[in-house]
């Protein structure tokens, strides 16, 4: 019966309701009123551990069949919660929380996290906290609290006195209750400032370190933090810089692999699905019919904890690729600073490698390869690109898309000046423009655009691009 269960487990526990017997002068002085215990007979845990976690062969023919699925990404995505409208690369940041990175450990003792923190900020009404619920639901471990409800204190530990022995003991809190869970964190704008410094150190060296009334020690706390938050005037001001809005430090912020800005902008089409979309819930208490089957949160539970025992390693030519992007988004964070768009640091590429490796489990594969590091720089780019939506009239649609034939034009250039080759290939170009956030559209308008104004030319059947200038230098 012992070591079957730890802090933080949802558990059934039957046994015997018994009071604890007295002897002597100290039966005398308790008279009739006595302290009483549950003596336990068995322990039913809910929700098994990925570390503990065994399929049956039932299950297992299950999660074959559902791993062979090619869209199994998209799937597991509209999966979570199909009752919120949209959201669909938001509930991919999610999954991807839920699934983490591989832990590295050094031959020092050093760590490098493993597990994913996301921060989702956006206006009232967008679902945050509706989606918070639905991954502390079906998370494995996972601890539901709220900012204003939390002190420092509570979120690590706490020494308190012990009712019975007197003496001091330490008590965890909800980031140690966590541990080798996620810990969700609701109104995370809410929090005091002195309460909120108590995470930094949980987010990246992923312990809680106490010295406190005699008692020094360092507690675990491998846990994933998503967070939900307001801007800092309840709405998204246009008017102000994105640091002003968000309000939160930058030593708190690098420590997010992924701030996802949400915002409610009017646009007809979207509010007329949204509605419909929320009426048909409330009238049968059911999300509308899907194009494909929903995976039940019981085999997405098991399918995550079979498939986070891979460690997914990066191959040399897919490492040369990451340290470009790497270069390349510090280049684009420079020229974006002067507008207040955040910074980008080596955390940040350490966020890339983790959403990667995670992207790489749910394939089941033991190595990450280029398409993962594309969508995980896609969700990075687009994590911030609601802030550039506008809204939904003529002239700003084609604002818009003049301003992405523009960037895919810069994209396109700034790769034949670093090649130095008289053509390259379109093949060549997709990975980068889809990484920044862009879409094959944007590439295919640009493309037809510029090849009518003759700067560039497209040959063999459109597979390869020579710019005008160089051929006729050759």
């Not at 949209?86 to 983490?100: P, R, S, T």
């Not at 945050?128 to 204003?148: F, H």
């Not at 034009?409 to 008289?422: F, G, M, N, Q």
Request: aromatic content about 6%.
């Amino acid at each position: 019966m012992t070591r079957q269960c730890a802090a933080g487990d949802t558990l059934t526990i039957s046994g015997v309701f018994l009071p604890i017997p007295y002897t002597g002068f100290q039966a005398l002085r308790a008279g009739l009123i006595t302290n009483t215990f549950l003596e336990a007979t068995s322990i039913q845990k809910h929700k098994k551990s990925s570390l503990d976690f065994t399929a049956t062969a039932e299950q297992r023919e299950e999660l074959d069949d559902l791993a062979e699925d090619p869209n199994i990404y998209e799937r597991m995505a509209k999966s979570i919660a199909p009752e919120i409208f949209g959201h669909e690369d938001v509930k991919k940041a999610l999954l991807l929380l839920m699934i983490g990175g591989a832990t590295r450990k050094m031959a020092d003792g050093m760590r490098i996290r493993g597990d994913i923190n996301v921060c989702l900020m956006g206006d009232p009404g967008v679902a945050k906290s509706q989606l918070l619920k639905y991954i502390a639901n079906v998370a494995p471990r996972a601890v539901y609290t709220t900012g204003k409800g939390s002190s420092g204190v509570g979120l690590t530990a706490a020494v308190v006195r012990d009712p019975v022995t007197g003496d001091l003991v330490l008590e965890g809190g909800a980031l140690v209750l966590a541990d080798m869970g996620i810990c969700c964190i609701d109104e995370f704008d809410k929090m005091q400032e002195g309460d909120r410094t108590a995470i930094h150190e949980v987010m990246e060296q992923q312990t809680v370190s106490i010295a406190k009334a005699g008692i020094t020690t360092t507690l675990n706390a491998r846990t994933s933090v998503l967070a939900a938050a307001n801007p800092a005037f309840s709405r998204y001001n246009k008017n102000k810089s994105v640091e002003e809005n968000i309000n939160l430090p930058a030593a708190l912020l690098s420590r997010f692999d992924l701030l996802w800005l949400i915002l409610d902008i009017p646009s007809h089409d979207n509010d007329k699905r949204l509605a419909e979309h929320v009426t048909y819930v409330h009238r049968f208490s059911t999300h509308p019919s899907l194009e494909f089957e929903a995976i039940s949160p019981q085999l997405m539970r098991a399918y995550i904890a079979d498939i986070t025992k891979i460690e997914p390693s990066v191959q040399p030519d897919v490492a040369e690729y990451i340290v470009d992007e790497y270069v390349a988004m510090r280049k684009e964070a420079q020229n974006n600073e002067a507008q207040g768009q955040g910074f980008t640091s080596a955390r940040t590429l350490l966020a890339i490698l983790r959403l990667s490796q995670a992207l790489a489990r749910i394939r089941r594969s033991e190595t990450v390869n280029r398409d993962d590091i594309v969508e995980a720089r896609r969700l990075m780019t687009l994590s911030k690109s609601s802030i550039l939506q506008t809204n939904d009239d003529e002239g700003d649609r084609i604002k818009a898309r003049g301003d992405a034939v523009s960037q895919v034009y810069a994209i396109i250039r700034e790769h034949c000046d670093r090649s130095k080759l008289p053509a390259v290939k379109i093949a060549d170009i997709v990975p980068k423009v889809i990484s920044r956030g862009l879409t094959q559209a944007n590439l295919d308008a640009c493309l037809d655009e510029y090849e009518q104004l003759d700067v560039w030319q497209l040959v063999n059947n459109r597979e390869m691009l020579r710019f005008v200038d160089d051929r006729e230098e050759d």
